[in-house]
């Protein structure tokens, strides 16, 4: 490092450079430090021919391979500059940020992309460095999407989690449909589900944004749990089964505010209801639990669906709501009670389980 810092295109560096050739030809430094000397002079071509000797005598030498990566982005050889940034990943992962602004350059082409993404499908650290690079500027959301539409007919596991990354991309960046698609990636193409996937609690959510988030604050526990499934009746408009499971919330016998069961939908301009089935085991609720369907970001109330206290068999409720054609691109479909006080007094007890809940379109009755 120290004879790096003395190649400034003067002759004493010049010389020393000589030096350390007579002394050890085969040493891919000197070569690499004779290719930024001659950089640094204006021969380009001098200093590429001196960078490729580096890295015939060593193919990961950091400093020929940065700076060959960098001449392949400038003229334009994408093939080649591909292969030199998945080797700086595999080798030199400290020096990845030199790659990722010319990421979304080296995969622009349909066909480069296709052979990126199989070069980097071979690690987790080459998955990763990847996709959450490109994830990181709003043109390259579209090139992640490519990269793991390819990764999801893989088993990697590691690509459910940047489909939900690349969800949480898509909707910071507003970009609602684009976000809907990303979690599409994570749903087997051959499943069939209505508008509020996961509905009926078959699967522990998966962690994106269109699959149930739950959290349990202070005061009740939040999880899906076994229920004899023969005890909840069917809907009519349900395009898939009862699953035997359903989402409990139970309170424990102390105050809570919570809102911390939701998920997203998108749902098209139209008018709807929302569809629910519950049951109840001793609940006590000062103020009663709630279903809202709201618009996401701006919170405009759409429907709101109050919950029945005591003890009751599975249930259904129902509520109608109107989607405008504007102003509304993705919804929000959340349980929740409304502010209280933390006076013992508001204490929640006992438990509610929810069978199912879908969203059916007024005009013909079928869930979409």
């Keep these: ?40 002079k204006g021969d380009t071509a001098g200093a590429v021919k001196s960078f490729d000797n580096a890295l015939l005598l060593q193919p990961v030498e950091i400093q020929a391979l940065s700076r060959r990566f960098l001449f392949e982005i400038s003229s334009g050889q994408f093939d080649a500059s591909a292969r030199s940034a998945e080797l700086i990943a595999r080798r030199w992962a400290v020096h990845w940020p030199l790659v990722e602004p010319h990421l979304p ?61 690349l969800t949480r991309a898509y909707l910071a960046a507003g970009n609602y449909s684009g976000a809907f698609l990303a979690f599409r990636l994570s749903v087997p193409q051959q499943e069939v589900f209505g508008h509020i996937y996961n509905g009926n609690f078959l699967r522990p959510p998966n962690g994106n944004a269109f699959d149930w988030n739950l959290k349990s604050p202070a005061g009740m526990n939040i999880g899906i749990v076994r229920t004899p499934a023969a005890a909840i009746p069917k ?27 939701d998920t997203l939908v998108r749902v098209a301009p139209g008018n709807y209801r929302i569809v629910l089935v519950y049951s109840t085991n001793a609940l ?22 109050e919950l029945a ?53 007024l005009e013909d009755g079928s869930p979409l």
Aim: glycine letters at 6%; aromatic letters at 8%.
């Design 309 to 361: 206290t005591g003890d009751n068999d599975p249930k259904t409720l129902e509520g109608q709501f109107t989607i405008a054609p504007a102003g509304c691109p993705l919804q929000k479909i959340h349980f929740f009670n409304q502010s209280l006080t933390d006076s013992w007094k508001d204490r929640f007890s006992g438990s509610v389980l929810i069978h199912e809940a879908l969203i059916v379109k």
């Design 284 to 305: 006590r609720a000062p103020n009663p639990v709630r279903l809202g369907v709201s618009c996401f970001r701006t919170n405009a109330k759409l429907a709101e669906l």
């Design 235 to 261: 809907l009519e408009a349900a395009k898939v089964p009862i699953s035997g499971n359903s989402l409990e919330l139970r309170f424990l016998d102390a105050p809570v505010r919570f809102n911390g069961a």
């Design 1 to 40: 490092s120290a004879l790096l810092s003395e190649t400034n295109g003067s002759d004493e560096a010049a010389a020393l450079i000589r030096r350390g050739l007579a002394v050890d030809r085969n040493d891919a430094r000197f070569h690499s430090l004779a290719g930024i000397f001659l950089e640094k």
């Design 105 to 165: 350059a080296i995969v622009s082409d349909p066909v480069r992309l296709e052979k990126v993404a199989k070069q980097f499908s071979a690690t987790p650290g080459l998955r990763s460095a990847l996709v959450t690079s490109l994830m990181k500027s709003p043109a390259g959301l579209p090139l992640a999407f490519s990269v793991l539409q390819q990764w999801a007919q893989t088993p990697f596991e590691d690509t459910p989690r940047f489909i939900n990354s």
